[in-house]
């Protein structure tokens, strides 16, 4: 079983629309986690931390579900711009980053 | 602020032939440093860490080798390379403890 699992998708979907994506993480003693974005021939970009209580920047929503070992993304209002390969990453003893497969998004006009 | 560099940007090398990629830091001191690889289609793997000069750690066990000259330098390379060497090279740094940052890349074919 992989450490971080996520589902590679495409998800296609069209402009406007909320979408959602999940992660599995199964080291239970994890610290930290992460949303990463990677464009198309890039490098990830931080997109944003994973708070247990949960937490929100614009269009973005996290939450994590310890209980669970469950990670989500949500996104409101999709922009041709949000279009990318979103990674979850989680944080293990000593900063070490495992990455999930990443779910990639297509934004449709 | 802090920047992080690598090159080349990409690369097409033949099956055999010796490898040397570059990452500097620049805005920070006694960075860690991290090489990952990310072949076609997959998640990234991490090579080699470290945490100060001439300190590196293998993750994966390959024909790969790093090095770490000055605190703010760090090189992948490889005597011979395999096609399954073949992928995206990424270069990445954190404070101690803190988010790591990633380098734009060099996208490595081998032929």
């Known amino acids: 079983r992989k450490e971080v699992e996520q589902d590679p998708g495409p998800f296609n979907v069209p402009e406007g629309a909320t979408v959602a994506f999940n992660c599995t993480y199964s080291?239970?003693?994890?610290?930290?986690f992460f949303w990463y974005r990677q464009d198309c021939r890039k490098e990830p970009k931080l997109l944003m931390s994973v708070y247990s209580s949960g937490n929100e920047d614009g269009r973005f929503t996290a939450q994590l579900n310890r209980a669970s070992q469950y990670i989500s993304l949500l996104i409101r209002d999709s922009k041709l711009s949000d279009s990318a390969t979103y990674l979850c990453v989680v944080r293990n003893a000593g900063n070490m980053l495992t990455f999930g497969g990443g779910t990639r998004l297509m934004v449709k006009p | 602020s802090q920047t992080i560099h690598q090159w080349p940007a990409t690369l097409v090398q033949p099956v055999g032939s010796p490898l040397s990629l570059e990452c500097t830091v620049e805005?920070?001191?006694?960075?860690?440093l991290y090489w990952y690889r990310q072949a076609a289609g997959r998640g990234l793997q991490l090579l080699f860490y470290?945490?100060?000069?001439?300190?590196i750690s293998s993750e994966v066990p390959q024909n790969l080798s790093a090095s770490r000259p000055q605190d703010r330098q760090f090189i992948l390379s490889s005597k011979k390379l395999l096609l399954s060497d073949s992928g995206f090279y990424l270069c990445a740094w954190s404070a101690a403890g803190a988010l790591q940052y990633f380098g734009p890349g060099t996208r490595l074919t081998v032929t």
């Open positions: 805005g920070t001191s006694n960075p860690n």
């Open positions: 080291n239970s003693a994890s610290q930290s």
């Open positions: 470290s945490v100060g000069i001439g300190q």
